[in-house]
T-cell receptor
């Protein structure tokens, strides 16, 4: 049983829609992440939050907007997406940043997003 | 050159076989190394950390070669349940973990 839960598991949206992905971790971790996984590509880091402060925005287009109200919750707000944004979006958490043991990531089950 | 490079496979091996994967990384300053396992349509899960001295966990052995900048994963006595994609993960900076594309392993009866 995962300590990181993501909703929804599947999402189909049109290019003009606005939707949000939700992530919650029950592990007492301080860092949370959004990753994108496209077919035949490695996981791409999108955003990093440490103690609910954003520490990384990996040149992600503004149509993806993260929100981290506290260390346990992370959102990814989506608007005017493109078909090429269709992918598996994975949330992860870790105990801390900057220390090897703390960098171990625990992933949620992901949201499979399809943009029509 | 990719930051983290893996042979995508697939590696098709019979049950009981020994199989090894290598992963090369480009940043000589990297300090943290991991192997993750990802089953089809599932999230990645940490398999093991890779320490400078090497480490072993049951049938799995991970090693680090800093001089040649690669890490390896050895699986002995392969089981059908070992079939998955194995992801090599290396840190770039203190707060960035970079994933390889993964090596797919298929164990057949």
């Amino acid at each position: 049983e995962t300590g990181v839960t993501q909703t929804p598991r599947h999402l189909v949206m049109g290019m003009t829609n606005k939707k949000s992905l939700k992530c919650e971790q029950h592990l007492g971790h301080n860092a949370m992440y959004w990753y994108k996984q496209s077919a035949k590509k490695p996981l791409e880091l999108m955003f990093v939050y440490n103690f609910k402060e954003q520490t990384e925005n990996n040149s992600v287009p503004s149509r993806f907007s993260p929100e981290c109200p506290n260390s346990s919750h992370l959102f990814l707000h989506l608007h005017t997406l493109q078909p090429e944004d269709s992918a598996l979006y994975l949330c992860a958490s870790s105990r801390a940043l900057g220390r090897a043991e703390g960098e171990k990531l625990f992933f949620g089950s992901g949201t499979q997003l399809s943009v029509l | 050159r990719k930051e983290v490079e893996q042979d995508p496979g697939p590696f098709n091996v019979p049950e009981g076989a020994t199989v090894a994967f290598n992963c090369t990384y480009s940043n000589s300053a990297s300090q943290s190394f991991f192997w993750y396992r990802q089953d089809c349509r599932k999230e990645p899960k940490l398999l093991m950390s890779v320490y400078s001295s090497g480490n072993e966990d049951g049938r799995f052995t991970a090693q680090l070669n800093r001089a040649s900048q690669y890490i390896s994963l050895l699986i002995r006595d392969s089981k059908l349940s070992d079939s998955a994609t194995y992801l090599c993960v290396v840190n770039r900076d203190t707060d960035k973990l970079i994933f390889g594309t993964g090596t797919r392993l298929q164990v057949f009866p």
